[in-house]
């Protein structure tokens, strides 16, 4: 499955973002989907994951900030990040385990300036 990730950009502290992420087929909702980040010169480091039916895991650096949803109709996790932190400033990588296997999206900047 490819994964495709959108929403990314540049915003203020404080601001926010809503990124999206589809897959290219059909994902099951009892699929693990999610995000991870990765900060120049850190090792990449969970942000949310979700799977139908149960709680949300977030990182502990953003929740309270960031929301994860998803639609199975559309193949889709979402990550509404709000009050963001220049902190937050990394690559964002959407993440599905169908099969048990981990799959990557190709990833998008998150750039919050003070």
């Known amino acids: 499955v490819q994964l495709q990730a959108s929403g990314g950009g540049s915003v203020q502290a404080g601001g926010t973002l809503r990124l999206s992420c589809t897959g290219s087929r059909t994902i099951h909702s009892s699929v693990v989907m999610g995000w991870y980040r990765q900060a120049p010169g850190k090792q990449r480091e969970l942000v949310a994951t979700?799977?139908?039916?149960?709680?949300?895991n977030y990182g502990d650096s953003v929740t309270g900030r960031f929301t994860i949803s998803r639609d199975n109709a559309k193949n889709t996790v979402y990550l509404q990040m709000n009050s963001l932190k220049p902190e937050d400033t990394g690559v964002y990588y959407c993440y599905a385990n169908p099969g048990g296997a981990p799959y990557w999206g190709q990833g998008t900047q998150v750039t919050v300036s003070s």
């Open positions: 979700l799977r139908s039916g149960r709680d949300a």
